[in-house]
């Protein structure tokens, strides 16, 4: 049997899905459901003064409409999950409707219950809401000034934390033969997955158990909150997250509205369902990045680096989410000296209360805003000794005799040959035929520009003593069982709770190759806490370099009693057997075998067991890692720019990536192909825009662009494989490089083509009338 591991495995899960018997949560139709639509502010900021809500009561097929004072002493505030040491954290939890205030424009302020989702909209247009407008503020750098609207009375200057790392005396500064100063901006972006936010609860009065169903990365973490926000013993409290369509960060974070959903069923005594619509899912769920970050990196006129200094300024929105204080904080401030050799760094992290919809992770979390800092950083450094920006990558680059490494920031890289995928990308692009094509079209007067980002990421949690010390409210170890069935067939449970990327596949392939029998013989079983006993989800590109690790050993596990109970069979010492292909053979007697069904078929009946020996065939493992893992590579975009109008074309795009030990190369193409999509469209397209009252101006898809697949080249994706040295696998995690390295790559690209105009630096997204502008400007200036 061909090896699995490394195979270009097709999807096993694509043709259910693709053939519309996937089950996602607005699948459910349970008898007697109930829907739910909820009222949201208008407002960015405003005193509640009063809601009436008797005509909504009373319209024909409303079951009930609830307002925080119905809910007070029965639904909790929703909390934080990452508690930052050392940064004077003022966590504001979220009550499950608003209170006194609302605070931002979308926040849920009554919900409706009704006999179907039409009635419950109609509803709400019936429920009066008194509002006294109050001034609101939108921008992290406003709401810190002197005389800024206060979000929350008794946090001054709006301040939710400020976190420091490091520390530089400025005579480094003052002394350094070179140094490049720049205030850069990671614009707030808008997760959008296929499948929006959706639950379905259900309660059992005679049993006092509660199941939601929900749209969830990691439901264990959901059981563990929701457990408290509503009061439900975890043995009571079922979460269960059916096929969910992608998630990107935004479904790893708890919301008030499942909770109000759960809440509303244990009430009602009758199922209820919540479906988030478009609109509301711009609003009202998470959003990412907006973070104001100022760099100052030294070095010398040789182009290399000696230390850098970072102030970041992060918008966290109107409440604390799930993991909103460790993303500017933990994610980007630990990342800053990314794949570089910069002895000392210094990064101080201003987390700010704003009347924004709350800030939370998305793919990446803190790397990729911590990419593109040093990434533009390298390139303006470069411009100012004079040279190009690949020479001076190359003099600072980790050298690969160095691994393992400890970075200024203290965080211990595990592996990494950065150089091969350096010049593996710049042979695949044919960066000397490049730049000579650049100078033939800019002598035509032509904008061709060239940008290249090496990059490496912290991924995989884990360890979770280190979760703690960082102030994690959780561990990030992962759990799997391997059941073998009479049969030999095989189902795989794992608390890593995939939403899309093709885990049911790549895991197979791990145990196809562990026990040696067909992938079409094992079936994952996963998102469900009533099934797995424990896991900590998907997210930070761990399933494989975690959840793949656990299912591994769990397996290995397994075959180790197999042999045990096969040598007992063939009366020989387990010593004097060989496994492979899924047989278990006496070495050097040819004919005297099992297989691994006929020894599962043993193992689960029990009548010739060895004596201390149990039955069944099936072991669990509880897979801690030791350290984090770092994948690495190198991305090379070519843009040109059109003069007349500023749009930025991608000519090509050239990636290459070592994530370690690759499962499967077909999902990590795809993996590949989706970050690039959403690194490219943060840097040219996406960005959230509020007005200067706190209304949301991109939030619908005719005012938020969107990456689209005419939009690119063909990219061009190359791996190499140097394993993590954490995990039995050798894996690393590669569902966030391409989102990762994509827009510093993009905007060095553009950079490079503007050149001749001599523009150093734009905001992203890089939109044409930006460009277009930013040469006007020039053209005026000159």
Known sequence: MAKMIGAPVKRKEDTRLLTGNGMFTDDMKLPGMLHAAFLRSPFAHARIKGIDTDKAKQHPGVAAVFTAADLFGKVRPVPTMWYVPGADLKAKDRSPLATEKVLYAGEAVAVVIAEDRYIARDALDLISVDYEELPSVTHQEKALAEGAPLLHEDVPQNLALLWKAGEIPDEVFAQAEVVVKQRLYNQRVIPNPMETRAAVAQYNPGGGELTIWCTSQNPHIHRMIYSDVLGVPESKLRIVAPDVGGGFGAKIATYTEEAVVGHAARELKRPVKWVEERREHFLATTHARDEVIEVELAGNKDGTFTAIRVKNTANLGAYLSTFGAGCPTIDFGLMVTGAYQIPQAEVVTYGVYTNTTPTDAYRGAGKPEATFQIERMVDLFARKVGM??????????????????????????????????????????????????????????????IGISTYVELCGFGPSKVAGAIGFQGGV???????????????????TSPHGQGTATSFSQIVADKLGIPIEDIELVHGDTQSISMGWGTYGSRATAVGGAAVAIAADRVVAKAKRIAAHELEVAAEDLEF????????????????????????????????????????QSFFDPTNFVYPFGAHICVVEIDKDTGEVMLKRYIAVDDVGRVINPLLAEGQVHGGVAQGVGQALWEGAVYSDNGQLLSGTFMDYAMPKARFFPKIEWQYTETPSPVNPLGAKGIGETGTTAAPPAVVNAVMDALQPFGVEDLDMPLTPEKVWKAMQDRREGV
């Open 388 to 449: 190009d920006p690949l020479e001076v990558r190359k003099k600072n680059l980790i050298p690969t005799e160095l691994f393992p490494y400890t970075t200024a920031m203290g965080l211990l890289y595990d592996s990494g040959h950065y150089e091969l995928t350096l010049e593996k990308a710049l042979e695949t692009a044919g960066y000397e035929a490049l730049r000579k094509e650049q100078e033939e079209l800019r002598a035509q007067g032509r904008l061709l520009g």
């Open 477 to 495: 170890w992962e759990n799997s069982t391997v059941r073998v069935h009479p049969s030999g067939k095989v189902s795989v449970y794992t608390g």
């Open 580 to 619: 492979a292909e899924g047989v278990f053979s006496v070495k050097g007697v040819p004919g005297r075998t099992k297989t691994f069904q006929e020894i599962a078929r043993s193992a689960n009946f029990a009548w010739n067991l060895p004596d201390d020996v149990e039955p069944s065939l099936e072991a």
